[in-house]
């Protein structure tokens, strides 16, 4: 079972991208689940989101404390103790970030911003860093994505944002 960990701050979509992510999972023939970590969130505070992958059923229902790959879509909440916190050494880090952070784990940053920016007209990076995450880890198809996109989001929205994924899918290195 895979263990992913979204930070982000209120607002930014950290709850929708574990969903859409549990979502292409499943469309991808794997067992997924996905929920938030509920608390005194408002628009601007620091989120959790949390999705599990798995090829057999999953049984475990607690919030996940030492995650296979966390994703970071705010790079201003790296400085939080809570980001790093119960990662592994084999761990996996995805950032949006236009710089380098130092971690001791493998590291993708990619900025996601001004990709969101450029083709939404708005700063929300989450479906953005899921494609990131798609070439980082190969664990879900980005056509599985775009899918989950396409199935969650009204017409409009799906076309742009399944275009953002794919765009930052192709992007990553």
Do not use: W
């Amino acid at each position: 079972m895979i263990e992913i960990r979204f930070h982000g701050r209120g607002g930014q979509g950290a709850v929708t991208a574990a969903s859409l992510l549990a979502k292409a999972a499943g469309l991808d023939g794997k067992y997924a689940q996905a929920f938030p970590a509920f608390g005194v969130e408002r628009r601007g505070a620091p989120v959790r989101a949390f999705c599990r992958i798995s090829e057999r059923k999953i049984t475990l229902r607690s919030q996940i404390y030492s995650p296979d790959f966390i994703v970071v879509l705010d790079d201003t909440l790296l400085g939080l103790p809570e980001i790093t916190e119960g990662l592994k050494k084999d761990s996996v880090a995805v950032i949006n970030t236009k710089s380098r952070p130092q971690l001791k784990q493998k590291t993708f940053c990619y900025d996601a911003t001004s990709l969101a920016l450029e083709m939404l007209g708005k700063d929300i990076v989450n479906t953005a860093m899921l494609g990131v995450f798609a070439k980082a880890s190969g664990l879900v198809s980005i056509s599985s994505i775009e899918k989950a996109i396409e199935e969650n989001f009204p017409p409009r929205l799906a076309e742009v944002n399944a275009k953002l994924v794919r765009t930052a899918y192709e992007r990553t290195e």
